[in-house]
C-alpha cells in the first residue's frame, strides 16, 4: 500500500517538540471546539488545561513507548496489571493487522508459556452426550481446519468516547484488530461431543490466574447461546496470520467469536462448558458485558439487574488510518487521499462517508469487498481542501440495515460499552 508523503507531528525533524507550536495550536483549537484534539479525545484537551497535583512525579512530556517482545513500540500502553494496550488508529492501517501491532487485553494474569503445544489439551462437558478431552494434535488431525479474516473487538471498544467516563480501560478506538484465524469450527467439536436438547448456552475458560493469585476464581470466565456458538465462524484457533498463535494473544489454542464482544474469545483455551442455562462465570450478569435495554441517564448508578441484557453484536464503527491524527501536510494540499476501516459486528457495512466541514457534506468512499464475513472493509477515498488551514476530517459507516454511526457515544452504562461515535482526525495544511 502506497504512503502519501505527509509529514506527522511526531516525525518532526525540527526543534519543535509535541507541544511545540503547530502541537499547541492544534490541541487549544481542539479544545475550544470541543473537536479532535492531537489525543483524539477531547476529554485529554481539557485535562490538559487542568492544573497538575502539586505532589505529580515529573514525568517525561507524551506517550511512553510500549515495550513487549514482538510489539511495536507504537501501541499504547492503557493498563499493565492486568496488561492492557491498545493500537492506535494510524497503526492499523494494513489489511490484515499484524501481530506486532494487534491489541492486548488480559483481565488476570498471564500464564506462564507453553512449550509442548501440540499436547495442550481441552475439555468439552456439560449437556453433551459424550464429554471430550481433545489436544491440539487430535483437533488438528480429527477436525477440517479453517482460515478467516476477522476482526476481533474489545467489548469496551471506544469506552473513553463516553461523558462522564465509564468504568474500566479508556480504549479509543484500537481496542480491535483483524487478523487471519486458522482453526476449527467450534460447531463440529460440540458436534463430536454430542449436543443434548437442552443444550442451549457455552461457558468458556481459560488458564490464566485471577489477578489476586485466587485459584477458586477465574480471571475471565465468559459464555454465549448455543446458536452463537454453533456459526460457522465461530472458531477454536492455533494459528494467527500462518503463525503458532502467539502466547499473548492466547497460544496454544483460543475461541474466535466474531462479531460479538472478544471477551467470549476465550484465550489459553482449557475448558468449555455446555449449559442449559446462560452462562455465570465472571464477566457475567450485573453490568458486565451488559446493555441498558431502555436509555438511562448518564452517569446512573444501577445495577443491571433490570432493563439490561448481555451484549450480543458489537457496534458499527470507522476509523480514517491514514492520515494520521496531527498530521501537517503541504501548504499547496488541496486533495488528500485518505484510508481506513469499518466493521459492524454481525452486520454488514453498506456506506463510508467523510466530512472535512464538521457534517455539513459527506463525500462516499470506495469499499473493498471483504474476504469473508466478519472480515473488515477497507476504504479509500479523496477530500478535497479548500484552503490551507486546520481541517476536521469525520468518519462515518452506514451498516446494511441504513443506520449510521452516531455523532456522540450514546446509550451510556455504567461500564461503558458499545460507544461507537464517528472518528475524527485533525490535519494542518501549511
Ligand atoms: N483466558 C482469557 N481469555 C481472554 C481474556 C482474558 O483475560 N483471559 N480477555 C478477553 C478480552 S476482554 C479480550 S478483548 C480479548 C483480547 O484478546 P487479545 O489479547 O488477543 O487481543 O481476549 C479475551 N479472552
Ligand atoms: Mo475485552
Known amino acids: 500500500m502506497h504512503k502519501s508523503a505527509e509529514e506527522t507531528l511526531s516525525h518532526r525533524p525540527s526543534g519543535l517538540s509535541r507541544r ?3 502541537g499547541a495550536s492544534l490541541a487549544t483549537i481542539a ?3 470541543g473537536g479532535a484534539s492531537l489525543a483524539g479525545m477531547p476529554r485529554t484537551a481539557l485535562a490538559q488545561s487542568a492544573p497538575a497535583p502539586a505532589a505529580a512525579p515529573a514525568r517525561p512530556a507524551g506517550p511512553q513507548p510500549f515495550d513487549f517482545p514482538g510489539k511495536e513500540r507504537g501501541l499504547k500502553l492503557l ?8 493500537t492506535p488508529e494510524a497503526l492499523l492501517d494494513d489489511d490484515t493487522t499484524p501481530i506486532a501491532k494487534f491489541f492486548i487485553r488480559n483481565n488476570g494474569q498471564i500464564p506462564a508459556e507453553i512449550t509442548d503445544r501440540d499436547g495442550w489439551r481441552f475439555t468439552v462437558e456439560g449437556e453433551v452426550e459424550r464429554p471430550l478431552t481433545l489436544s491440539v494434535a487430535e483437533l488438528k488431525s480429527r477436525f477440517q481446519a479453517q482460515t478467516f479474516r476477522m476482526v476481533l473487538e474489545c467489548g469496551g471498544n471506544g469506552r473513553s468516547f463516553f461523558q462522564p467516563a465509564a468504568r474500566g480501560n479508556q480504549w479509543t478506538n484500537g481496542g480491535a484488530g483483524c487478523a487471519e484465524w486458522t482453526g476449527v469450527r467450534l460447531a463440529d467439536v460440540l458436534q463430536a461431543a454430542g449436543l443434548k436438547p437442552t443444550a442451549k448456552f457455552t461457558g468458556h475458560f481459560g488458564a490464566d490466574p485471577h489477578l489476586s493469585g485466587d485459584t477458586d476464581k477465574d480471571a475471565i470466565s465468559r459464555g454465549m447461546p448455543i446458536e452463537k456458538a454453533l456459526e460457522p465462524h465461530s472458531l477454536i484457533v492455533w494459528q494467527m496470520n500462518g503463525e503458532p498463535l502467539p502466547h499473548i494473544h492466547g497460544g496454544p489454542l483460543r475461541l474466535v467469536v466474531p462479531g460479538w464482544p472478544a471477551s467470549l474469545s476465550s484465550k489459553w483455551l482449557k475448558r468449555i462448558l455446555v449449559r442449559a442455562t446462560p452462562h455465570d462465570g465472571q464477566g457475567m450478569g450485573g453490568t458486565s458485558y451488559r446493555m441498558p435495554t431502555q436509555p438511562i441517564i448518564p452517569g446512573s448508578n444501577v445495577d443491571g439487574k433490570t432493563n439490561f441484557a448481555d451484549m450480543t453484536s ?3 464503527r470507522a476509523i480514517i488510518t491514514a492520515p494520521a491524527n496531527g498530521t501537517r501536510l ?4 488541496r486533495h488528500l487521499p485518505l484510508r481506513g476501516a469499518a466493521w459492524a459486528g454481525d452486520y454488514e457495512v453498506a456506506k463510508v462517508e467523510v ?3 464538521a457534517g455539513q457534506r459527506w463525500q462516499t468512499m470506495t469499499l473493498s469487498r471483504p474476504r469473508n464475513r466478519y472480515d473488515w472493509v477497507r476504504w479509500t477515498g479523496t477530500v ?3 484552503t490551507a488551514g486546520y481541517y476536521e476530517l469525520w468518519v462515518r459507516a452506514t451498516d446494511s440495515r441504513g443506520i449510521a454511526q452516531p455523532h456522540v457515544a ?3 452504562n455504567p461500564q461503558g460499552y458499545g460507544a461507537n461515535p464517528l472518528h475524527r482526525v485533525a490535519v494542518l495544511v501549511g
Open 20 to 22: 511545540g507550536a503547530m
Open 31 to 33: 479544545a475550544v471546539t
Open 355 to 357: 466530512s472535512a466541514d
Open 384 to 386: 478535497e481542501l479548500p
Open 314 to 316: 458489537m457496534p458499527l
Open 410 to 412: 450514546t446509550n451510556w
Open 79 to 86: 493498563g499493565d496489571r492486568p496488561l492492557v494496550a491498545e
Open 330 to 333: 503541504p501548504e499547496a494540499t
